[in-house]
């Protein structure tokens, strides 16, 4: 038998406007608010809605024999919230017929695991609060943003009570070995499911190529290539961004028509079956371990982690985002924390990569910016006006503080007096 493992990654980050040097100190409104709206009424349209309701369709017609599992970000969450809350409800639908699972991860799509512990299970605290509060479910089975995994992870990850993780089946990771398998690292013994990222990429890359020389890909010839793991193999974890449906891949290229066939093609065969990460984890025993040492990722050919950390300027920004980490939250300012947090997301320092050739056009899907650089002088602007704020508040603070103590000292002088 073999098994398919569908999970959709589902996120949309808060874009920054392009924030000058002049608005320092003057305006603290970082985000651009109407491009956030436009692309996530466009990507609803074109994705979200049309996709959850034909899973929902395709849970219904297989009588909960397909089955799938999505990790939503918390900034996808809020967006949903503010600009499509239809989204928000036919996500709910598929979460009440108990053939989807719902993931864990970091609420902001952060790097915080790779700069900051605390940071990390905070807003892994927040997500899955946000999670129960929607769906009414609680994750068991963690996804860290861009599937970015290491042996530290696998340690932190177990204490925390977490049953299993996903990440990138990368050829250096795997070696000779195959991701269909369950594995585990050397250094803890929480469940490992590995992207396989060549039939998963088949789907998520490379459908409408017409270069392609499996082009095209039809239900018939990709069941096949599913069916000839059994025997060398226990199960296909197909990962990729939801967005795949109808936003990178259109819809007049059939991609719809293509996901809608594909299970009734794939459970023809009686041994084959749809489970969700619990479920695989339940029913497969860990068939090796696995020494990631350093974190691997499934962006880009690299599968590292340069896609974020590849260049100066991408360091620089986020060595002073994790600087300023603890005045922030000593500030207690709500707000300004929630626009750090924000600050967080992945998104940011993604574009300001420089890389070119094949990972080029990927970089600048959805990027409000013309160039790398742009992005790190809007970064660092911004940042510059939040530690104008943490200032403010901090002079906010100590005079607030030195009115309290004056006027201590004046009721006792007074007491004194009357004495």
Same mark, same amino acid.
């Given at each position: ?111 915080? #695991?790779? @700069? &900051?512990?605390? *940071?990390?299970? /905070? ?5 899955? !609060?946000?999670?129960? $509060? +929607? ?69 998520? #890359?490379? @459908? &409408?190529?017409? *270069?392609?020389? /499996? ?5 018939? !010839?990709?069941?096949? $290539? +599913? ?90 920004? +986020? ?101």
């Amino acid at each position: 038998m073999v098994a398919i493992c569908f999970y959709f990654q589902v996120h949309q980050p808060f874009r920054m406007r392009n924030y000058h040097v002049f608005d320092i100190g003057k305006d603290s409104n970082y985000f651009d608010e109407q491009k956030n709206k436009e692309i996530m009424e466009k990507v609803a349209r074109k994705c979200y809605l049309p996709t959850t309701r034909l899973l929902l369709s395709m849970v219904r017609e297989h009588k909960g024999k397909f089955r799938c599992s999505f990790s939503i970000t918390g900034t996808a969450l809020e967006q949903f919230e503010r600009y499509s809350p239809e989204v928000i409800s036919i996500f709910r639908e598929l979460a009440e017929t108990g053939c989807v699972e719902f993931l864990s991860e970091t609420y902001h799509h952060s790097l915080s #695991f790779l @700069f &900051s512990k605390k *940071e990390f299970h /905070e807003q892994v605290d927040m997500h899955r !609060k946000k999670i129960e $509060w +929607l769906f009414g479910v609680t994750p068991k089975v963690f996804r860290n943003t861009e599937l970015i995994f290491n042996n530290e992870l696998a340690i932190e990850l177990e204490k925390m009570g977490y049953k299993g993780v996903l990440a990138e089946g990368a050829d250096q990771v795997l070696d000779w070995r195959s991701p269909n398998y369950l594995y585990k690292s050397v250094s803890a013994g929480i469940p490992l499911l590995l992207k396989n990222y060549k039939l998963s990429d088949d789907i998520a #890359f490379r @459908f &409408s190529n017409p *270069e392609w020389k /499996e082009h095209p890909l039809t239900v018939p !010839k990709y069941v096949h $290539w +599913l069916n000839q793991v059994n025997g060398a193999g226990e199960v296909v974890n197909l990962f990729m961004d939801y967005e795949t449906f109808g936003e990178h891949q259109w819809e007049d290229k059939g991609i719809f028509q293509f996901l809608e066939h594909l299970p009734r093609e794939f459970l023809k065969n009686h041994d084959n079956s749809f489970m969700t990460p619990s479920e695989v984890i339940s029913s497969f025993p860990i068939r090796g371990e696995l020494d990631i040492h350093h974190p691997v990722s499934w962006a880009d050919v690299e599968r590292d982690l340069s896609a974020w950390r590849g260049n100066p300027i991408q360091e620089a920004a +986020l060595k002073h985002l994790y600087e300023v980490e603890d005045s922030v939250k000593m500030s207690n300012d709500e707000k300004l924390i929630s626009d750090w947090r924000k600050l967080t997301t992945s998104d940011h320092f993604y574009y300001m990569c420089t890389k070119w050739f094949n990972d080029g056009d990927v970089h600048k899907y959805f990027n409000p910016y013309d160039s790398p650089y742009d992005s790190f002088i809007a970064f660092m602007n911004v940042l510059k006006d939040m530690e104008h704020r943490i200032n403010i508040n901090v002079d906010s603070t100590i005079s607030q503080d030195k009115l309290e103590n004056d006027n201590e000292v004046d009721k006792t002088m007074m007491v004194n007096e009357v004495s």
